[in-house]
C-alpha cells in the first residue's frame, strides 16, 4: 500500500511532467526550432527536485535553476510581490522585453497585463518577447509552469540559450529592415538579478530607434520637397478637375475600432467611386501598428494628395505628414485632443468636419485649436456596395437590435444584477483616496441611486443630461441630488457632489446611457415579441441573456441579418448615426427614440419625414404601439422602408460624402 506522502510527491511529479509534455507539445507547432533544440537539453536530475514538508506534510516540489536558486511549483505569495512589482511599471498596451524568465511568474504577469483593451481592441495582441540564455533553466520552467495560453496566444516570441541575446538583435533588424510594421519593444523587465540588467536590450532597441529616425527625416525631406516644388504646381487642378488625373486619397485609420477601420474604408471606396486612387494605412496584422516610418515609406510610395484621419490631427503624427499635404479630420467623437487641442493650432492646409451640427452649434470648437479655421458638417454615409437590399431573402426577425452594451461597468447596471464588486471609476477613486467618502459610503450613494432612476421616466433622466450639458439651473437634476442623498448619512462636499451627480462621466449618465437601450428591449421581450440583440456585453443583463445572440460582424454579415428583419430598431445619442445609415441601406424598417432637438448631435429628422420614410417613437410603450402596428400592416412597413432607403442613397451614400469633401478643400485652396 502505497503511503499518503509517497502518493502525494508522485501527485507533485505528474504535474511538473505534465507541464512540460503539454508546453513542449505546444511549442512544436508554434516555435519548431525551439522545440528542436530543446529536445537535445537535458531533464532536471534527481538533486535539482526537492520536496517541501509542512507540519510532517508534503505540499509542494521544488526546483533548482542555475547559480543555486530554488523555485517551488506552488508559491502564491511570491508570485503576488512579483507581480504586484510588475503592474507598477508596465501599461496594458505595452510591447515588453523580459530579460530572463526569473521565476516564471514574471512572464504570467506580463502576459496578463498586455492583454489589450477591451471591447474595441477585442482582436488585439500585444507582442511579448522573452530572452533567457540559459536553456536548462527554460527546460525547468516549463515543468514548474503551464504556458499553454501564452504559447498558444500568438503574441509570444522566446529566445533561448547562449544565443539568445544575439538571435534577439537580429530580430530587431528584421523589424526595422522589413517591409513589416512590426513595432520595437517600449518597456523592459529585468528578471535575474545580474548586474547586466535590461541595459544591453535598451541599448540594442534604441540603436535600431536613431536608425529608424534617420531614415523617417529623410523620407520626410524628401516629401516635403515634393509637396514644396512639383506637386504645388498641380495643386488646384486635382481638385477642381482640370489636371490629368483625380485626385489620390490616402486614409489612416486602425483595425482595432471597428467603427474607425469600417468608417474610412468606405469613405475610401466612395472617393474611388468618383475616380480617385486610394490607399488605407492601417496595421497589417494583429500584433502590429501603424508607425511614423512606416507612415512616411508609404507616402514616399503613394504621394497622396489628401490624406483623411478620424478624430485626430496632423500634430499628432508627431512629424509624420508633410506640411504641404492637405489633412481632412472628420471628428466622430469629443475626444480630450478634440476639446482642448494642447495648445496646438490647425494650419491652413488642415480641413476639419464634424459629424455633428450640435458640437458645432454649441461652440464647442472655439478653442485656439481651431483659430482661423471653419468647421464644417458633414453627415455619416454608407457603403451603398455593402448596404443594401437583397433579393430572396426572407423576413424572419420581427425586432432586430444590433448595438454594444458600452460602459456596462460605468453605470449603475451591475448593482441592479446584484454585483456589488464595482469597478471604481477615476473619480470616484479619487474620492475614496482623498477621505471625501468611504468605499462602504460611496456603494451606499450608489444603491441608493438606483430606486430613484427606476421609477423615473427616461426623458427625465435625459433632462438631467441637458441640464448639465447647457448650464443654467439644474432643476430636475438638484431634486435627484436631494432626494438621493437625504437621509444617506453623508457629508455632502463639493468634490463629492461634483463627480458622482455634476459630471457627465458620473454612473447615472452612462445608466441613462445604455439604460433606454435596456428598458426598450426589456418592454419589447415582456410582451412576447421576437427579439434579436447582438452586440458585446449583453449576456450580463440576466432579462435579456435569451434574446443575446452574439456579435455580427459588420459588412455583408450585418447586411444580411438586417434584410431578414422586418423592424430594425435604433437607440443612442444621435437619430442620424452610423447604425442608422447601415439600416436604411439595407432597405429595412427604420424607428429610433426620438430625442429632444438640443441633445440630438445631427437630427434625422432635417432629412427624413417622419411616418412616410422613417418611424420615430418617444417611450416605451409608444415603441411596442408601433412595432405591433408595424408588424401587421407589412405593405405600409415596406413602403416606408423603400423610400427611406431611396433617400438614403441619394444623400447619404459615400460618394455623396467624398464629393462634398472634395468641394470644400477645393474651396478653401
Known amino acids: 500500500m502505497i503511503s499518503p506522502t509517497v502518493r502525494r510527491e508522485q501527485e507533485l511529479r505528474e504535474v511538473l511532467e505534465r507541464n512540460f509534455r503539454?508546453?513542449?507539445?505546444?511549442?512544436?507547432y508554434t516555435q519548431p526550432e525551439l522545440h528542436q533544440r530543446l529536445l537535445s537539453h537535458p531533464r532536471p536530475a534527481a538533486e535539482e527536485l526537492r520536496v517541501v514538508e509542512e507540519g510532517g506534510?508534503?505540499?509542494?516540489?521544488?526546483?533548482?535553476?542555475?547559480?543555486?536558486?530554488?523555485v517551488l511549483l506552488h508559491d502564491p505569495d511570491t508570485q503576488y510581490v512579483v507581480g504586484a512589482r510588475i503592474l507598477q511599471s508596465i501599461e496594458r498596451d505595452s510591447v515588453t522585453v523580459l530579460a530572463g524568465l526569473g521565476l516564471g511568474y514574471e512572464l504570467l504577469t506580463l502576459f496578463e497585463r498586455t492583454r489589450g483593451g477591451e471591447l474595441q481592441d477585442f482582436d488585439r495582441i500585444v507582442p511579448l518577447y522573452a530572452v533567457e540564455t540559459e536553456s536548462e533553466d527554460f527546460v525547468k520552467l516549463l515543468h514548474l509552469r503551464d504556458l499553454g495560453d501564452i504559447i498558444t496566444s500568438g503574441r509570444i516570441r522566446f529566445f533561448v540559450g547562449g544565443d539568445a541575446f544575439a538571435r534577439f538583435e537580429e530580430f530587431l533588424d528584421l523589424c526595422v529592415d522589413s517591409e513589416t510594421d512590426r513595432p520595437l519593444p517600449v518597456r523592459f523587465v529585468n528578471s535575474h538579478d545580474r548586474p547586466e540588467g535590461i541595459a544591453p536590450f535598451q541599448e540594442a532597441v534604441n540603436r535600431r530607434i536613431e536608425e529608424l529616425n534617420a531614415r523617417s527625416r529623410g523620407l520626410l525631406a524628401t516629401l516635403n520637397h515634393y509637396y514644396d516644388t512639383e506637386w504645388e504646381s498641380d495643386l488646384l487642378g486635382f481638385f477642381r478637375g482640370l489636371g490629368s488625373r483625380k485626385p489620390r486619397i490616402l486614409?489612416?485609420?486602425?483595425?482595432?475600432?471597428?467603427?474607425?477601420?469600417?468608417?474610412?474604408?468606405?469613405?475610401?471606396?466612395?472617393?474611388?467611386?468618383?475616380?480617385?486612387?486610394?490607399?488605407?494605412?492601417?496595421?497589417?496584422?494583429?500584433?502590429?501598428?501603424?508607425?511614423?516610418?512606416?507612415?512616411?515609406?508609404?507616402?514616399?510610395?503613394?504621394?497622396?494628395?489628401?490624406?483623411?484621419?478620424?478624430?485626430?490631427?496632423?500634430?499628432?503624427?508627431?512629424?509624420?505628414?508633410p506640411a504641404g499635404l492637405p489633412v481632412v479630420t472628420w471628428i466622430q467623437d469629443l475626444l480630450p485632443n478634440v476639446r482642448?487641442?494642447?495648445?496646438?493650432?490647425?494650419?491652413?492646409?488642415?480641413?476639419?468636419?464634424?459629424?455633428?451640427?450640435?458640437?458645432?452649434?454649441?461652440?464647442?470648437?472655439?478653442?485656439?485649436?481651431?483659430?482661423?479655421?471653419?468647421?464644417?458638417?458633414?453627415?455619416m454615409?454608407?457603403?451603398?456596395?455593402?448596404?443594401?437590399?437583397?433579393?430572396?431573402?426572407?423576413?424572419?426577425?420581427?425586432?432586430?437590435?444590433?448595438?454594444?452594451?458600452?460602459?456596462?461597468?460605468?453605470?449603475?447596471?451591475?448593482?441592479?444584477?446584484?454585483d456589488e464588486s464595482l469597478s471604481l471609476t477615476a473619480g470616484e477613486q479619487a474620492l475614496v483616496e482623498n477621505?471625501?467618502?468611504?468605499?462602504?459610503?460611496?456603494?451606499?450613494?450608489?444603491?441608493?441611486?438606483?430606486?430613484?432612476?427606476?421609477?423615473?421616466?427616461?426623458?427625465?433622466?435625459?433632462?438631467?443630461?441637458?441640464?448639465?450639458?447647457?448650464?443654467?439651473?439644474?432643476?430636475?437634476?438638484n431634486t435627484f441630488t436631494d432626494a438621493v442623498l437625504e437621509g444617506a448619512g453623508v457629508v455632502r462636499g463639493e468634490e463629492l457632489l461634483n463627480t458622482l451627480f455634476f459630471s457627465l462621466d458620473a454612473r447615472?449618465?452612462?445608466?441613462?446611457?445604455?439604460?433606454?437601450?435596456?428598458?426598450?428591449?426589456?418592454?419589447?421581450?415582456?410582451?412576447?415579441?421576437d427579439v434579436h440583440v447582438y452586440g458585446f456585453e449583453w449576456e450580463r443583463v440576466s432579462s435579456l441573456r435569451k434574446v443575446a445572440r452574439g456579435v455580427v460582424r459588420s459588412g455583408a454579415d450585418l447586411n444580411l441579418l438586417s434584410n431578414r428583419a422586418r423592424i430594425c430598431?435604433?437607440?443612442?445619442?444621435?437619430?442620424?448615426?452610423?447604425?442608422?445609415?447601415?439600416?436604411?441601406?439595407?432597405?429595412?424598417?427604420?424607428?429610433?427614440?426620438?430625442?429632444?432637438?438640443?441633445?440630438?448631435?445631427?437630427?434625422?429628422?432635417?432629412?427624413?419625414?417622419?411616418?412616410?420614410?422613417?418611424?420615430?417613437?418617444?417611450?416605451?410603450?409608444?415603441?411596442?404601439?408601433?412595432?405591433?402596428?408595424?408588424?401587421?400592416?407589412?405593405?405600409?412597413?415596406?413602403t416606408i422602408a423603400r423610400r427611406g432607403h431611396e433617400k438614403a442613397k441619394r444623400l447619404f451614400a459615400y460618394p455623396r460624402i467624398a464629393e462634398r469633401i472634395l468641394e470644400d478643400v477645393a474651396g478653401e485652396l
Open 57 to 70: 506534510r508534503l505540499v509542494n516540489v521544488s526546483v533548482q535553476l542555475s547559480h543555486g536558486r530554488w
Open 508 to 529: 447615472w449618465v452612462y445608466d441613462l446611457e445604455i439604460g433606454r437601450k435596456i428598458r426598450c428591449l426589456q418592454r419589447l421581450t415582456e410582451e412576447g415579441l
Open 340 to 379: 482642448d487641442g494642447e495648445g496646438e493650432v490647425l494650419g491652413p492646409r488642415d480641413f476639419v468636419f464634424s459629424f455633428s451640427k450640435k458640437w458645432i452649434r454649441a461652440g464647442y470648437f472655439s478653442v485656439p485649436l481651431y483659430r482661423g479655421r471653419t468647421v464644417r458638417f458633414l453627415p
Open 569 to 638: 430598431l435604433h437607440i443612442t445619442g444621435t437619430t442620424l448615426h452610423m447604425r442608422a445609415m447601415e439600416i436604411l441601406g439595407s432597405g429595412s424598417f427604420f424607428i429610433c427614440k426620438r430625442l429632444h432637438p438640443l441633445g440630438d448631435n445631427t437630427p434625422i429628422l432635417d432629412y427624413f419625414v417622419e411616418g412616410e420614410e422613417i418611424a420615430l417613437f418617444d417611450d416605451e410603450a409608444d415603441l411596442v404601439r408601433k412595432v405591433r402596428h408595424y408588424l401587421t400592416h407589412e405593405e405600409e412597413r415596406e
Open 251 to 321: 486614409g489612416l485609420t486602425t483595425r482595432f475600432s471597428s467603427f474607425l477601420q469600417f468608417c474610412v474604408r468606405d469613405l475610401l471606396e466612395g472617393f474611388a467611386e468618383l475616380g480617385c486612387e486610394t490607399c488605407c494605412l492601417i496595421e497589417s496584422d494583429r500584433d502590429r501598428t501603424v508607425t511614423i516610418h512606416h507612415m512616411l515609406r508609404t507616402m514616399e510610395r503613394f504621394r497622396p494628395d489628401l490624406m483623411v484621419i478620424l478624430d485626430h490631427f496632423r500634430h499628432e503624427q508627431h512629424g509624420g505628414i
Open 435 to 477: 477621505g471625501h467618502c468611504s468605499t462602504n459610503e460611496l456603494l451606499h450613494i450608489l444603491k441608493r441611486m438606483v430606486p430613484f432612476l427606476d421609477v423615473m421616466r427616461l426623458d427625465d433622466i435625459y433632462a438631467m443630461v441637458l441640464e448639465l450639458q447647457l448650464g443654467g439651473e439644474h432643476r430636475i437634476l
Open 22 to 28: 503539454k508546453n513542449m507539445q505546444l511549442l512544436r
Open 381 to 418: 454615409g454608407f457603403n451603398a456596395g455593402i448596404y443594401r437590399p437583397l433579393e430572396g431573402v426572407e423576413r424572419e426577425i420581427d425586432v432586430l437590435y444590433v448595438s454594444h452594451l458600452t460602459n456596462y461597468r460605468n453605470s449603475l447596471y451591475p448593482l441592479r444584477e446584484g
